[in-house]
């Protein structure tokens, strides 16, 4: 059925830019590779009765023996470990946990106790509080089908959220046991699901728990972690290893617009070093929702920055369907849709930075 409806999901199959770009990812898809969670699993780590300080140490050295061992395995030059008594993936967890104790997953660092209850900005506790999870079939062709789970609360207050209901607990949302996730997520790869996708409002206060429910998947599923990109250094360690592809938004292209907008203090520095490091560790897409008015001060330097730190060959996906949503009338310029002068501008300035593989 998904085939008839997303005939492009073939199609990419045989794109030999979106391959190249994503090449790990497609050997995954068709196990001829291992997710990273998985080689994760089989990786050694002593971490008992240290501190914070000193695990995030072994953690960061571990990091750098790791990618060699992927790059090893990838290559058939050696065989994958035995699973691990304590995994660098437990090591994860654990880091993420004390995190948990003072949270600082996002930008924001609110410094509370979500393992007590305690709540801030997101809105995010210590449940793992899910909208909906379904096979999707909307998202870029090389991911359809997609298991998706959308998680409830977001770091971000984006006043055009299409996803408003979601990232801003207008629904009670359901709260889910984590091993529950997990065979879901098995379930989704038996029947075909090309990935597990992490999304919201953002998956980036669950990060925690994301990370428990990889070490309960048993199936080789590729994991997508799609976020607004404006999560923390510390998140970006946990995530560097673990994540297969990151989906990336790259909304604004400084941050006057990030403040107005969606409420995003210093979004510009913590969107460039994210995407930098996803593309240190690990496959990249980027979605850039183009707004309104927003091209030259937003659209252009965006895709210039990728052009000249990502390089030319990076997936992007320009994404036309704005539409006004939830809090949108009160920002001028977002009270209607792209007209087709906009459109051909960004064809055009994503052509002039020299950008080979991007989408519409």
């Known amino acids: 059925m998904w085939r008839a409806l997303r005939p492009d999901s073939i199609k990419v199959l045989y794109d030999e830019k979106c391959r190249k770009s994503l090449s790990r990812y497609f050997d995954i898809i068709f196990d001829k590779k291992l997710a990273k969670f998985k080689l994760l699993k089989t990786f050694p780590a002593e971490f008992q009765d240290m501190d914070s300080a000193k695990m995030w140490k072994i953690h960061n050295n571990l990091l750098k023996e790791f990618k060699n061992y992927v790059k090893e395995v990838d290559s058939g030059d050696r065989k994958p470990k035995e699973p691990a008594k304590i995994s660098l993936l437990d090591l994860k967890i654990e880091l993420a946990k004390n995190i948990l104790k003072r ?61 408003w209901t979601i990232s801003q607990w207008y629904e009670p949302g359901t709260l889910y046991e984590l091993e529950k996730v997990a065979r879901q997520a098995d379930l989704a790869k038996v029947r075909g699901c090309r990935n597990l996708n992490m999304v919201g409002g953002d998956p980036t206060p669950y990060l925690y728990h994301w990370l428990k429910i990889s070490k309960a998947i048993n199936e080789n599923i590729a994991t997508v972690w799609n976020s607004n990109s404006y999560y923390s250094y510390p998140s970006s360690q946990l995530l560097a290893e673990w994540a297969d592809v990151y989906l ?107 950008l080979e593989n991007f989408i519409t």
């Open 103 to 163: 949270c600082s997953f996002c930008m924001r660092a609110c410094a509370v106790n979500r393992l007590e209850g305690e709540t801030k900005y997101c809105g995010c506790d210590s449940n793992f509080s899910v909208s909906t999870m379904f096979d999707h079939y909307g998202e870029e062709p090389e991911l359809v089908p997609s298991f998706t789970v959308f998680t409830l609360g977001c770091t971000m207050k984006c006043l055009h959220c299409q996803n």
């Open 248 to 354: 990336l938004d790259f909304k604004y292209g400084n941050n006057d617009c990030a403040v107005r907008i969606s409420d995003a203090p210093n979004y510009w520095e913590a969107c460039t070093r994210n995407h930098l490091i996803a593309k240190e560790h690990g496959e990249l897409i980027i979605r850039i929702l183009v707004l309104p008015k927003h091209i030259e001060c937003c659209f252009r330097p965006i895709v210039e920055w990728i052009a000249k730190n990502l390089g030319k060959d990076v997936r992007v996906n320009v994404m036309w369907q704005y539409t006004p949503h939830w809090r949108a009338n009160e920002v001028p310029e977002l009270r209607r849709r792209l007209n087709s002068d906009e459109m051909e501008q960004t064809i055009r300035i994503a052509k002039e930075v020299g």
